[in-house]
């Protein structure tokens, strides 16, 4: 198990980025990779609510065989424009992919305005390379950036 620890300054304040770490339809759109559609299933974005998101990917290669296709979980810890704490699986078959996850959202006010966010993703399963974990993360976290900061400008 691995854990991927990303820090990001968002030009936005942390009202908006908690608000679209807890939208449903936000979490759709930023979440997932560029050209794989999700459906969330279920949310409650409430401490012990629970989620569930699938994806859709038709257009990846013919004959490949995607990791995961869909994951649930459930929200651990809830503070308000402060942090957000959620334990989450892949359903999967595989061995390698299966297993209990955290994912910690921290929000801070940045010194020049706007919020420094922090997400550590841990215990990793060992089927998913720690570069293929950060590097989806970083292209979420570019999405949400751009989401927030296009609603701060509103």
Do not use: C
Request: net charge negative.
């Amino acid at each position: 198990m691995s854990s991927t620890r990303i820090a990001r300054h968002v030009d936005a304040p942390r009202a908006e980025v908690y608000r679209l770490l807890l939208d449903a339809d936000a979490v759709a759109a930023w979440m997932l990779p560029d050209g794989i559609q999700g459906v969330v299933h279920r949310f409650e974005p409430q401490e012990g609510g629970g989620f569930s998101i699938t994806a859709d990917f038709a257009g990846e290669t013919p004959g490949s065989d995607p990791q995961h296709d869909a994951y649930y979980g459930r929200f651990v810890s809830l503070v308000p424009d402060e942090r957000v704490i959620e334990k989450l699986e892949f359903v999967t078959t595989r061995a390698e992919l299966a297993g209990e996850m955290t994912v910690s959202f921290v929000l801070a006010d940045a010194a020049g305005g706007g919020t420094n966010l922090l997400v550590v993703h841990d215990d990793v399963p060992a089927g998913l390379s720690e570069e293929d974990n950060e590097a989806g993360w970083r292209a979420a976290l570019d999405k949400l950036t751009a989401l927030a900061e296009r609603g701060a400008a509103r």
